[in-house]
């Protein structure tokens, strides 16, 4: 059975620290290029971060340069985002992805075959 379970979503103080986790199964995870979208409400969905099948290319959106970080492991078939400095506008329903396309490809154009379910990250005092 395809699907992509993420972790780790929940409410966080400004400044504070998330790890988000994506459990893969049922396709070759390490064939596929990886990455984290995030909706905030009223907001068109964005690629937050992506990184290529081996993990030699990445992709930042501007916003989250410096203080978010993509990896992946693909002995676990998961993938991860480390996101610290986090800000209000962090807030986000956060989906990860998988699809069989470059980093560009799969963050810029959504050139997505999986999708997670999604999960809530709330940064708010």
């Known amino acids: 059975q395809l699907q992509l379970v993420e972790s780790g979503g929940g409410l966080v103080q400004p400044g504070g620290s998330l790890r988000l986790s994506c459990a893969a199964s049922?396709?070759?995870?390490?064939?596929?290029?990886i990455g984290w979208f995030r909706q905030a409400p009223g907001k068109e969905r964005e690629g937050v971060s992506c990184m290529s099948s081996r993990g030699f290319n990445t992709h930042y959106t501007d916003s989250v340069k410096g203080r978010f970080t993509i990896s992946r492991d693909n002995a676990k078939n998961t993938m991860y985002l480390q996101m610290n400095s986090l800000k209000p506008e962090d807030s986000a329903v956060y989906y990860c992805?998988?699809?069989?396309?470059?980093?560009?490809?799969?963050?810029?154009?959504?050139?997505?075959?999986?999708w997670g379910q999604g999960t809530q990250v709330t940064v708010s005092s």
């Open positions: 049922g396709f070759n995870f390490d064939d596929h290029a």
């Open positions: 992805a998988a699809g069989l396309a470059t980093v560009q490809r799969l963050c810029v154009s959504e050139d997505v075959s999986y």
